[in-house]
C-alpha cells in the first residue's frame, strides 16, 4: 500500500477547491483583474494594523486566553448591541482563528459522523467540505431562481429534512447568489429548526453589505434566549482583513466552554497582538465599514449594468454581499469558461461549479473594487461575450 492510499478516507475525499483551481491557473498573468476571491483590493486600513504592530513589537507574543482577550470579547459585545440592538454577555463569545475555523468549530460541536446538515444551494464549497472533513453528510436545499432573481421555499428544506438531520446552514446575505433572507424567511427557517429540534449554523458575515438599509435582517432579530444558533463570523470582509485568519463564533454562554475546547485542542488561541488590530476595527471601524459598503454599491451598479447590456448575461443586482452571480447565454461549462476568460479576457472570475446544486451555469465575480478596475473588467467581459 503506497502513502496516498493509507490515509484517510475523510482526507483523501476532500475535494480541491474548484474556486483556487481557477486562481492557480492564472494567479501569475500578467495584468489580469482578479475578481474570483471573496476580498476586496484595499489592504487592511492603518488604524487597524498599527495597534497589531505595536502590540507586536512590544511583545504582546505569550499564550493568552484560548476564546479571545477579554477586551476583545466586550467589544464584541458591544458591536452586537450597537448594530443589532441586543446586548449579550462577554460569555456568548468565542474568538476564532477565522471564519472558516468558526465554522469547523460549529460544525463539530452539532454533528457527530454519519449526521446530516441541510445547507441553501447554490452555496460557498467550504461549508460543505469542511463537514465532509467532520464525517457529516451535506444536504442540498436548492433556491429557487426566475428572471435573474433569487428566492427561498421553506418548504425546500422542510423536504430534506430527515431523523438523521441535525442542523441548518444558513448563509444570509449569501454567498454566491446575494439572496438576502426577509424577516419572513427568517421567521419560517427558525420554526422548522424549533419544531425537529435543529441548530442552525447562521453565517451572517455579509450582513453590513446589504443595499436597502444598513444591515440585513438577522436570526437576531427574531430568536429567542433559548434557540439553538451558532452565530459564525470574521473580521475578514467588513475591515479588508482577509490574510489575518481571525473571527468569532456567537453562542449560548452554556456551551461556550465546548467551544474554547475545540480551539485548545486546534490552534490553543489567536494570537494577542492581532487581537489588538481587531479591537481597534470593531471599537474605530464603523465608518470604514459604511465607506467599503458605499464602495461596493456603486461597483455592483457599474459591473451588472455592463453585463446586462451586452443582452447576453442574466443577471440582477444582488440584494446583499458583493457578489456578482451570472450566466452568459450559450455557456454551460463554467469551469472550462472560467479558464478562457483568464486566457482571453484576462478577468478572473470563480466557476459556478463550485457552488454545489443550482449553481452550475453560473460565474461568480467579486465586485468590492476600485471603479476603474470594475469598469475595465467589466468591458474585456463585455468584448469577450461579443465574440463567443
Known amino acids: 500500500m503506497n502513502q496516498f492510499d493509507s490515509l484517510s478516507r475523510r482526507a483523501i475525499e476532500a475535494p480541491e477547491s474548484g474556486i483556487v483551481a481557477v486562481v492557480n491557473h492564472g494567479r501569475l498573468k500578467p495584468d489580469l483583474i482578479p475578481l474570483w476571491a471573496g476580498e476586496g483590493d484595499q489592504p487592511t486600513p492603518d488604524f487597524i494594523a498599527r495597534p497589531a504592530a505595536d502590540a507586536l513589537i512590544s ?148 450582513t453590513r453589505f446589504f443595499y436597502a438599509g444598513r444591515r440585513a435582517p438577522s436570526f437576531l432579530d427574531i430568536m429567542d434566549d433559548d434557540d439553538r444558533i451558532l452565530f459564525v463570523n470574521t473580521f475578514s470582509k467588513n475591515w479588508s482583513m482577509t490574510g489575518w485568519r481571525i473571527g468569532w463564533i456567537m453562542a449560548p454562554p452554556s456551551i461556550i466552554q465546548v467551544l474554547e475546547n475545540s480551539v485548545q485542542y486546534q490552534t490553543s488561541g489567536v494570537a494577542q497582538f492581532m487581537q489588538k488590530g481587531a479591537l481597534a476595527a470593531l471599537q474605530s471601524g464603523d465608518d470604514y465599514v459604511d465607506a467599503q459598503v458605499a464602495k461596493a454599491a456603486s461597483a455592483r451598479d457599474l459591473f451588472c449594468d455592463a453585463l446586462t447590456s451586452t443582452n447576453r448575461v442574466v443577471t440582477q443586482k444582488p440584494d446583499g454581499a458583493f457578489y456578482a452571480f451570472f450566466r452568459i447565454d450559450g455557456v454551460s461549462d463554467t469551469k472550462t469558461a472560467a479558464i478562457d476568460i483568464v486566457d482571453r479576457a484576462g478577468v478572473g472570475l470563480a466557476p459556478g461549479t463550485a457552488f454545489d446544486r443550482g449553481g452550475e451555469s453560473f460565474l461568480r465575480a467579486c465586485f468590492l473594487r476600485r471603479l476603474d478596475h470594475i469598469e475595465e473588467a467589466a468591458n474585456r467581459l463585455a468584448s469577450y461575450i461579443s465574440a463567443l
Open 59 to 206: 511583545g504582546e507574543t505569550f499564550y493568552t486566553w484560548q476564546r479571545g482577550i477579554p477586551q476583545l470579547r466586550q467589544a464584541l459585545a458591544d458591536y452586537h448591541s450597537r448594530h443589532f440592538g441586543r446586548q449579550m454577555p462577554l460569555d456568548a463569545f468565542c474568538v476564532t482563528g477565522s471564519g472558516m475555523q468558526a465554522i469547523k468549530i460549529a460544525i463539530e460541536a452539532v454533528v457527530d459522523p454519519g449526521d446530516e446538515l441541510i445547507q441553501l444551494t447554490p452555496a460557498w464549497p467550504n461549508f460543505a467540505a469542511a463537514l465532509g472533513l467532520s464525517g457529516g453528510v451535506p444536504v442540498a436545499a436548492e433556491l429557487d431562481y426566475a428572471d435573474g432573481r433569487w428566492s427561498l421555499d421553506p418548504d425546500r428544506i422542510a423536504s430534506v429534512i430527515t431523523p438523521r438531520t441535525r442542523a441548518l446552514f444558513i448563509n444570509t446575505p449569501s454567498n454566491p447568489t446575494g439572496w438576502t433572507a426577509t424577516r419572513e424567511d427568517l421567521i419560517a427557517i427558525l420554526e422548522l429548526a424549533r419544531k425537529h429540534g435543529l441548530w442552525i449554523i447562521a453565517d451572517e458575515i455579509y
